[in-house]
């Protein structure tokens, strides 16, 4: 199993900047595709970015092209968010997640572990 622990969330105000980060431990982290995903109140959870084993493939949604940022360190287990320009849409609960293969990585079906979720709070 792999154990997934965000953090870094919490209130700022639009135009503003907070980076997330994921810890893991359990298996080896380099094995997994990471992604972040997003669910604010009444929606469905959606995808946010998503990173390949070794970090040089990156993807990410329409909405937070250009913004956001998706990063890991395999030598310290981490996977990051740094989140640019913040809009009040952005508000939501920040999740990470890991997955084995690389298909279809804006979906929530095939990531085999998540973690709890950090809250992300844009004021406008």
């Known amino acids: 199993q792999v154990q997934l622990v965000e953090s870094g969330g919490g209130l700022v105000q639009a135009g503003g900047s907070l980076r997330l980060s994921c810890a893991a431990s359990g298996r080896t982290f380099s094995n997994y595709v990471a992604g972040w995903f997003r669910q604010a109140p009444g929606k469905e959870r959606e995808f946010v970015a998503a990173?390949?084993?070794?970090?040089?493939?990156?993807y990410y949604a329409d909405s937070v092209k250009g913004r956001f940022t998706i990063s890991r360190d395999n030598a310290k287990n981490t996977l990051y968010l740094r989140m640019n320009s913040l809009k009040s849409e952005d508000t939501a609960v920040y999740y990470c997640a890991v997955r084995r293969i690389i298909v279809d990585v804006s979906t929530t079906h095939g990531y085999d572990y998540w973690g709890q979720g950090t809250q992300v709070t844009v004021s406008a």
């Open positions: 990173i390949s084993w070794s970090g040089l493939n990156t």
